[in-house]
């Protein structure tokens, strides 16, 4: 069974963004892991979600055009 060109491109674009959430959140826990994350470190966690959040929504449009 062969994926479409299309599927295969929607397939990596989801892939890449879910791969550059991770990266991001380890990112975070790198930077911010001195005692905890703390105050600033999860408030910048919660950005990271919602960021991811709104980027795959955005994404999701943009696919379906």
Not at 39 to 58: H, K, Q, R, S
Request: aromatic share 8%; glycine share 16%; charged share 10%.
């Amino acid at each position: 069974m062969a994926l479409e060109a299309e599927m295969r491109r929607k397939i990596l674009v989801s892939v890449v963004a879910v791969g550059f959430f991770i990266s991001l959140i380890v990112g975070v826990g790198v930077t911010y892991n001195n005692s905890g994350l703390g105050g600033t470190g999860g408030l910048i966690l919660v950005g990271t979600i919602a960021l991811f959040i709104l980027a795959m929504g955005v994404i999701g449009v943009f696919l379906n055009r």
